[in-house]
């Protein structure tokens, strides 16, 4: 697959001296969706801001679908759509104004029939002609998005784009950002609900202290980096764990009452039947047993953690 976005060692230090981006190298490929996630102050929002022309680069390389950011910045930035983490609206204008005039920022012609089905989509038709300082503010937040993709993108950056928002409009986006992914667009969103990442996302990029330290696809990542634990409710609490189960990854938890297995479920041979036949040789009994998977939000803090 093609990459729309190709960055080669992109470097980021601003006037107080602290590096926000460190030989960033990246490729971004054209339709997935890409989540990168990284804690409070990794350099997110900047290499976004850098990709957009917000931000100038210190140094290195950015291609925008073949199209250098500074050398062509006019094509590269014509295939950019960014709903940012902050509002910014025109508080006067009417929805259907301000939506219509971002168009023309671009230089595309009028399209009516293009952003009617755009505000309907996102729900916002019925107040086409209200003024945005007298919208809520979830609307206002679906008022950014549109305004994003008014010039019709193949790219769209999200930034934190469902931070504050309702449940309506978180689910009523990720079904938009379905559809806009059927329709060949790139979508690279920034969140800290990592739960959407983990259902959305195609690839998962993790960023810290400026420095990318891991791009993997989201299937391959759950599977190398996933755990799989097995916790059996025993029936009698353990004081330790007997010398025969030694062998096993086992912990006790539950003040005793709860032996947990951890395994791997990518092996040929988990480990858990043999442990079973050693608990009966044991004689130790259990009335409940549930196995679990790590979530791609325990795959992420150990990642941060370890790096550090």
């Not at 504050?164 to 978180?170: H, M, S």
């Not at 690839?203 to 400026?210: D, E, L």
């Not at 996933?226 to 003040?255: F, H, M, N, T, V």
Request: hydrophobic share 40%; charged share 25%.
């Amino acid at each position: 697959m093609s990459s729309v976005i190709s960055i080669e060692q992109l470097c980021k230090t601003y006037a107080s001296g602290q590096p926000a981006l460190k030989g960033i190298d990246l490729e971004i490929r054209r339709g997935e969706i890409f989540a990168l996630l990284g804690p409070n102050g990794a350099g997110k929002t900047t290499l976004i801001s850098i990709i957009c022309g917000i931000v100038n680069p210190g140094s290195g390389r950015v291609l925008v679908d073949g199209h250098d950011i500074l050398a062509d910045y006019r094509a590269a930035r014509s295939c950019i759509g960014l709903v940012p983490q902050e509002l910014f609206n025109e508080g006067f204008e009417s929805v259907w104004s301000t939506v219509k005039f971002s168009r023309g920022l671009f230089g595309k012609p009028p399209a009516p029939e293009y952003l009617e089905k755009l505000l309907r989509d996102l729900s916002l038709w019925d107040k086409r002609n209200a003024r945005i300082n007298e919208l809520s503010g979830g609307m206002k937040r679906r008022v950014m998005i549109a305004k994003a993709l008014s010039h019709e993108p193949s790219i769209l950056f999200l930034d934190e784009p469902t931070a504050g928002v309702d449940v309506e409009l978180r689910r009523d986006m990720w079904n938009m950002v379905r559809g806009l992914r059927e329709r060949g667009v790139t979508i690279i969103l920034t969140t800290h609900y990592i739960e959407e990442a983990e259902e959305m996302a195609d690839r998962i990029g993790v960023i810290r202290k400026g420095e990318i330290i891991l791009v993997e696809d989201k299937t391959t990542l759950m599977r190398q980096l996933g755990k799989k634990q097995l916790r059996l409710q025993l029936k009698q609490p353990l004081a330790a764990i007997p010398e025969a189960l030694a062998g096993y990854s086992l912990a006790l938890a539950d003040d005793g009452h709860e032996l947990v297995f951890s395994f791997d479920a990518q092996r040929d041979s988990s480990g858990i039947a043999e442990l079973l036949r050693t608990l009966d040789e044991q004689g130790i009994e259990f009335k409940d047993l549930q196995s679990q998977e790590s979530s791609l939000e325990e795959i992420f803090v150990s990642l941060v953690r370890d790096a550090a």
